[in-house]
Structures are given as structure tokens and as C-alpha cells.
């Protein structure tokens, strides 16, 4: 396992400049971003929507920018 402080390198590449709407709130976010916790889930924005293993963030990365693509349209489609 590499030490954390690589991880957390790493992962600062997935940065994503959306404007999300989170719940039903009319709170807007300029950006939503990957925060590990307790080493193997990360949060964005402090709301837990996918729980992932650091290890499957960096292999299987796509698959959570698709993720991320997902609720970005579904907001949009709630603010139209």
C-alpha cells in the first residue's frame, strides 16, 4: 500500500467545476470534489453518494466520473 499522502495526491487529480444543486435545498456548489474518509470512502460535500475503495477510485475511475455525470443531469433536469 502506498503511504496516504500519495493517495490523497492522486486523488486531488479528479477535480470536477459543475454547478450541482444538492437536494432539495437551493444550495449551489461551484464545484464538487472527492474527499477522502476514514481511508476507503470519500464524501462530496460532505454527502455521502458513492462509497468507493481508494483503490477502485484510482483503477476504476471512469466509472465515477459517470457516476458524477449522472446527478450533475439529473440537477439540471430538477432546475429547468
Do not use: A
Amino acid at each position: 500500500m502506498f503511504p496516504i499522502r500519495t493517495w490523497q495526491r492522486k486523488i486531488k487529480l479528479y477535480l470536477f467545476y459543475t454547478n450541482y444543486k444538492l437536494f432539495q435545498y437551493s444550495v449551489k456548489y461551484s464545484h464538487i470534489f472527492y474527499r477522502v474518509v476514514c481511508q476507503e470512502r470519500f464524501n462530496i460535500m460532505f454527502h455521502k453518494v458513492y462509497q468507493v475503495s481508494l483503490e477502485s477510485l484510482l483503477t476504476d475511475h471512469l466509472r465515477v466520473e459517470q457516476h458524477l455525470e449522472q446527478l450533475y443531469h439529473m440537477s439540471q433536469r430538477r432546475d429547468e
